[in-house]
């Protein structure tokens, strides 16, 4: 276990040591806690540790399961779990978040600030790739389920959604999009759809079921997935992935810290548990990954009030030990 965040930053001025960084270098997998500190500047931790690890590990996918659990966990009117239950694979080493940018003029009145968009043909295809390849495997073999009304195609098991902003990001989603019809028909199983960020909003909010696994560049999957996260019944439960096929991947609940509510006992802990199940899940272990979802379903339905900060019912601890008794 590594101490980072916001304590040790105040205390050392570290964020990501390099010893730690190559330890992290030397494993599968990396279950990473919430940080964040009312006392460091904004960027500091995120850009130091969070975005850093899963830029020097080359975690370039950025897995966000969406399932709902309760219907009453979920804002949206008349919409339960058979309607909110996908998946968004986010580029995650590329596109705005690359930092490829600058300044001109700073502080005055003629200062220009530029932030590009960095999509290299290698970053997308293998982005695409493990989209293509996780609609092939049906999500662990889940079956088609109609999506939207007029899709009928036969022999078809997994909805694949380009999310991106082809009318106006004409070269970089010009890229992705060449990438996808390219890829698509090595994958005859898979059906293709496309989305614009904009529009998929407001399909999220209105059409939920329509989706199945979305595919989508950094920036555009770091939004959507706040407004899944909300649906699919908040930042308690959302956790992701971020993945290296080939290296070390790191497994985090979603919604980083709230220091307000630090030593309360009153946060809910089912987001990092969420984060230890995909991470076993992940790592192979597919039975302890389905126990702990099971356990948390199970809490779910029969014990927890809500699953807002301080409305559970239970405490942080208590909800932790109840799932566990049942794993
Ligand atoms: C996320 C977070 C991070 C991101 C922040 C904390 C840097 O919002 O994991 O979605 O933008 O990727
Ligand atoms: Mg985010």
């Known amino acids: 276990m590594h101490e980072l965040g916001g304590a040790r930053y105040l205390a050392t001025g570290e964020t990501l040591p390099g ?3 190559d330890d992290l270098h030397r494993v599968d997998a990396v279950l ?7 006392d460091v500047k904004p960027g500091i931790l995120e850009k130091g540790i969070l975005l850093r690890t899963r830029f020097e590990l080359e975690q370039y996918i950025n ?4 399932k709902l659990y309760r219907a009453q966990d979920c804002p949206l009117k008349d919409k339960g779990p058979e309607h909110i239950d996908f998946i ?7 596109g705005l978040y690359a930092g490829a940018g600058g300044n001109l003029f700073k502080g005055t009145p003629a200062e220009v600030a530029v932030q590009e968009s960095i999509n290299t043909r290698r970053g997308v295809d293998r982005c695409l790739k493990y989209a293509f390849e996780l609609a092939k495997r049906q999500r662990g073999g889940k079956p088609w389920k ?5 899709d009928t195609s036969a022999g078809k098991t997994t909805q694949l959604t380009l999310c991106g902003k082809t009318n106006v990001l004409t070269y970089a989603f010009d890229l992705w999009w060449r990438g996808f019809q390219e890829m698509a028909p090595g994958y005859p199983t898979v059906k293709t759809d496309y989305a614009h960020v904009d529009a998929i909003c407001m399909w999220f909010v209105k059409n939920p079921e329509w989706f199945d696994v979305i595919v989508t560049d950094n920036m555009f999957g770091d939004i959507i997935t706040d407004l899944a996260a909300m649906i699919q019944g908040g930042l308690g439960v959302a956790a992701g992935g971020n993945i290296n096929p080939d290296g070390t991947s790191m497994f985090e609940p979603m919604g980083g810290s709230a220091p307000k509510y630090t030593g309360q006992n009153v946060i809910n802990p089912i987001a990092a548990i969420n984060a230890a199940g995909l991470m076993l899940d992940f790592l192979g272990e597919k039975q302890a990954g389905a126990a702990i979802e099971t356990a948390v379903v199970n809490i779910i339905n029969t014990k927890i009030k809500s699953l807002a900060a301080g409305r559970m019912g239970y405490g942080t601890r ?5 799932v566990a008794s049942l794993v």
């Not at 897995?63 to 969406?66: A, D, F, M, N, S």
């Open 19 to 21: 010893a730690v960084l």
């Open 32 to 38: 990473f806690g919430a940080i964040g500190h009312p």
């Open 63 to 66: 897995l966000r399961p969406v």
């Open 88 to 94: 968004v694979v986010r580029e995650n080493n590329e």
């Open 146 to 150: 109609g999506l939207k009304p007029e």
């Open 318 to 322: 208590e909800v932790g030990d109840l």
